[in-house]
């Protein structure tokens, strides 16, 4: 199914609120830089919400924002839950950080550019982890983990192997296929795909579509203009950390990538 026919919910996963990160900087004699500047925005359930901007306008504290990993500096981001268990609404910026551990286990996922320094434990046993955690046998937990390092094209005399010893494009089908594995409610991406070959490229927009289709959320950061052509919805443009416009996918041009 191509983006533009996907059906999007009216159905809220995420409201952003006036978010705002700045950094204090102690080395340059306490001056601060901005991350994001008064950010508002929501994400409706189901949608594949791409972040685009210029290096450093924000992208990645977005994201880290989003899922906690930075303390927001101002702001609300209401998660509001996925259809069916719409509890609670907590607020990531200022929830508990049981809240924040809680929500990861349960609906949550990230994976960043930056490849996961991963253990002495087999790749195969690393996208296993969370499906275990979430109740599975350990053989059905590595069937499911088979499944999805072959479908992202991870060559099985690696499947046993260790990823610390992989290239940059394995580890990073190694992290995708982890943050994957437990179907998230939420998928946090922050240029998942970089260091992947075309082909490899494919195969994880082919996945990522399927989740799509199944009702996972995903916001993303992508350079590759020719993968939030194929998978967004919309299109959150970021300049010097502050919103400059959200754009449905068919006006969107691609002319803003870091
Ligand atoms: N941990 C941090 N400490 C200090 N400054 C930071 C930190 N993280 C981000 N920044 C600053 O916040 C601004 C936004 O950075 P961010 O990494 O979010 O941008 P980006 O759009 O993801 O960039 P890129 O496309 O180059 O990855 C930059 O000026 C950056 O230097």
Known sequence: MHADAHQL??????????????????????????????????VREGEFLAVVGESGSGKSSLLKCLYRTYDPTEG???????????????????????????LRDEAIGYTSQFLDEIPRVPAVDVVARPLREQGLSTDEAREQARDLLERLHLPEELWEAYPATFSG???????????????????????????????????????????????????????????????????????????QGIVPIEAYEGAVVG
Request: proline share 3%; with cysteine.
């Open 9 to 42: 919910s009216h159905m809220t996963v995420i409201t952003v609120d006036g978010l705002s990160k700045t950094f204090d900087m102690h080395v340059l004699g306490d001056t601060q830089v901005t991350g994001l500047s008064d950010v508002s925005f929501d």
């Open 169 to 243: 494009g394995e580890r990073q089908r190694v992290n995708l296929a982890q943050a994957l594995a437990p179907k998230p409610d939420l998928l946090l991406l922050d240029e998942p795909t970089s260091a992947l070959d075309p082909e490899t490229r494919q195969a994880a927009i082919d996945l990522l579509r399927e989740y799509l289709d199944d009702g996972t959320t995903v916001v993303g950061v992508f350079h590759n203009t020719a993968v939030i052509e194929a998978v967004a919805d919309r299109v959150v443009v970021l300049g010097n950390g502050a919103l």
């Open 76 to 102: 609300r981001i209401v998660y509001h839950g996925a259809d069916g268990e719409r509890r609670e609404a907590v607020d990531l910026a200022s929830c508990d950080d049981r809240t924040v551990i809680r």
